[in-house]
């Protein structure tokens, strides 16, 4: 997470609590020439419109209060979607049985990206079933190796 990101996270997360909404993630880029500062957000039961709503006029009030950020730049509050990112500890853990998808620093049997079911999570690995062809392999994965997880939707 960058200084921004953790900054971002300090003011936030308060209001995040009030409002009973997880905060899923925080993401500052600059895309051309235009700044965003995306904020993903979720609760039990998903979030709508209203809470994006609810929640972007909050944020925009204590950002505005106590910004750490000196350019200008776009707030875009949203729900994490059905592919959502796997960043916490316990995402991990609630990602269990589901499908994921694996971006990796580094090649394991000559792959950078899996797609597969997550089946087992420890401190230092995950370990993921693929399916290749007809059979299906558990691919063991250094968790030190691992640039981004998302849930994946397969068909």
């Not at 957000?41 to 950020?69: F, H, Q, Y």
Request: aromatic share 8%; with cysteine; net charge negative.
């Amino acid at each position: 997470m960058s200084k921004i990101t953790e900054q971002v996270e300090t003011i936030i997360q308060p209001i995040m609590d009030e409002l009973n909404y997880e905060l899923v993630d925080i993401e500052y880029v600059k895309e051309g020439k235009d700044h965003f500062l995306r904020i993903s957000i979720d609760k039990e039961g998903g979030v709508d419109l209203n809470d994006c709503t609810l929640a972007s006029e909050r944020i925009s009030e204590a950002m505005d209060a106590n910004d750490p950020i000196p350019e200008m730049y776009y707030l875009d509050v949203a729900s994490p979607g059905a592919e959502r990112p796997i960043k916490k500890e316990q995402d991990f853990y609630n990602a269990v049985n589901q499908p994921i998808f694996v971006s990796l620093y580094l090649p394991i049997e000559g792959s950078k990206e899996w797609l597969g079911v997550l089946k087992s999570v420890d401190d230092d690995y995950i370990v993921v079933q693929v399916k290749i062809k007809s059979r299906t392999k558990d691919i063991e994965i250094p968790r030190d190796k691992i640039a981004k997880v998302r849930h994946a939707v397969m068909l």
